[in-house]
């Protein structure tokens, strides 16, 4: 028998609370005097350090052009600005709400498409029962830093002739089953700069493509679509990156092959321990993720537990969670004015299922043998958690039909 859960008295596992993300940083003397000479420069923003960067990353995922920008959001929104599309644009509902936002920020009406419940990403066969004349965009996304089915994806986009854009926020690192690194496939890849993914600049984000025209318009997109002269040719926004934040990604960049490796290490240990007890299971992933999120799924009816019971537990223990994505998007309010036109089954099964569990490079093997340990006693103790929990049901934690 395990110890007692603190849910139900007993003593918590940890004596302070575990965030479920935190960044890594490698802060030294060389780069605190890089920022103390861009401070003495004067030029704060899209200046030497950006091309610096950009030319760091187009060499580290191995495609012809990168343009830094103020977040992945904004990231988004200037590539599909830049294409001029109109129309519907086919996206998965299980994804963040900025994927979403972009498309709609540009006109364009949301059609949901559903997701691979075994993966977590975008499914090629939804994409097809969801395109139609009217589809002027696939979004797709690399779900939690797995990549999602791009093969078959470009195959569909091809046919139909529309352009295929990769969220990819969660995936700089990946790499796809081939081996190349995630950022040279479809019209563009967009990813996030944010202080919960591997690599951070504390905001910012970086949109890959090897369409040298498209990057070309993009670098005036970023600009309010001002080319110098102060005519603005379209209506950009201002998307630029500063000169700190693109010093701290060139810096960061150095470390992040290290940084990768101790995220899937920590990642395997939790699957190793996991894996031992029923009704937890693991997306699976094609190719190589970045484990931007370490997600378990949980079956109720074999668990013992809803994912839902299972995080107020881990709350009990100091040990923080998050629920991704639930709602997803073709249930939140800012979407109610565009209900889904197919079932979604696997999208509901993954908004029920799925959990967060904490996960940073410099975490330590402790943290996630604790976390292992509240989750076993979870298990063993899930009938007097039960009877001590309010249960309001157990929507979408069905099987997927």
């Known amino acids: 028998m395990t110890r007692s859960p603190a849910i139900l008295g007993g003593v918590p596992v940890r004596t302070d609370d575990l965030p479920v993300a935190r960044p890594t940083l490698h802060t030294d003397t060389t780069l605190l005097g890089e920022i103390h000479d861009v401070l003495g420069s004067g030029m704060l923003t899209n200046g030497r350090e950006v091309a610096k960067f950009e030319r760091a990353v187009a060499d580290f995922l191995e495609v012809e052009q990168v343009v830094a920008v103020s977040n992945c959001t904004t990231g988004l929104l200037l590539v599909l600005k830049c294409l001029g599309i109109r129309g519907q644009a086919v996206l998965p509902s299980f994804t963040f709400m900025a994927t979403g936002h972009a498309a709609v920020w540009n006109g364009l009406e949301p059609v949901w498409a559903d997701s691979d419940p075994r993966t977590c990403t975008l499914s090629p066969r939804?994409?097809?029962?969801?395109?139609?004349?009217?589809?002027?965009?696939?979004?797709?996304v690399h779900t939690f830093g797995s990549p999602c089915d791009v093969d078959n994806l470009e195959v569909l986009t091809g046919g139909h002739g529309?352009?295929?854009?990769?969220?990819?926020?969660?995936?700089?690192?990946?790499?796809?089953?081939?081996?190349?690194?995630?950022?040279?496939?479809?019209?563009?890849?967009?990813?996030?700069?944010?202080?919960?993914?591997?690599?951070t600049t504390g905001e910012g984000g970086l949109i890959s493509t090897n369409d040298a025209g498209l990057a070309a318009e993009l670098r005036v997109a970023r600009e309010y679509g001002n080319p110098g002269d102060y005519d603005s040719r379209f209506t950009g926004l201002n998307g630029r990156?500063?000169?700190?934040?693109?010093?701290?990604?060139?810096?960061?960049?150095?470390?992040?092959?290290?940084?990768?490796?101790?995220?899937?290490?920590?990642?395997?240990?939790?699957?190793?321990?996991l894996a031992q007890l029923n009704g937890i299971a693991f997306p699976e992933t094609v190719g190589q993720t970045t484990f931007k999120d370490f997600v378990i799924l949980v079956d109720p009816a074999d668990f013992g537990l809803s994912r839902t019971d299972l995080a107020a537990v881990l709350r009990a223990e100091r040990i923080s969670t998050r629920a991704y994505f639930d709602p997803p998007l073709h249930r939140q309010r800012a979407y109610r004015e565009h209900p889904p036109r197919l079932?979604?089954?696997?999208?509901?099964?993954?908004?029920?299922?799925?959990?967060?569990?904490?996960?940073?490079?410099?975490?330590?093997?402790?943290?996630?043998?604790?976390?292992?340990?509240?989750v076993e006693?979870?298990?063993?103790?899930?009938?007097?958690?039960?009877?001590?929990?309010?249960?309001?049901?157990?929507?979408r934690e069905s099987s997927p039909v």
């Not at 103790?381 to 309001?392: G, V």
């Open 241 to 273: 990156m500063g000169e700190i934040p693109a010093l701290l990604g060139t810096h960061n960049l150095r470390h992040l092959p290290e940084v990768l490796d101790r995220r899937r290490g920590l990642a395997e240990r939790y699957r190793e321990r």
């Open 343 to 374: 079932d979604l089954p696997g999208t509901e099964y993954l908004a029920g299922r799925a959990l967060t569990l904490p996960l940073f490079a410099h975490m330590g093997d402790a943290d996630v043998d604790q976390v292992c340990e509240a």
């Open 162 to 199: 529309v352009p295929l854009v990769l969220d990819s926020a969660h995936a700089f690192g990946s790499r796809y089953r081939d081996g190349r690194p995630v950022g040279g496939r479809g019209t563009a890849e967009v990813f996030s700069l944010s202080p919960t993914k591997p690599l």
């Open 377 to 395: 006693a979870a298990y063993e103790h899930s009938a007097a958690i039960i009877a001590r929990l309010p249960q309001p049901g157990t929507r």
């Open 126 to 140: 939804s994409v097809a029962q969801a395109t139609t004349a009217k589809t002027a965009v696939v979004l797709g």
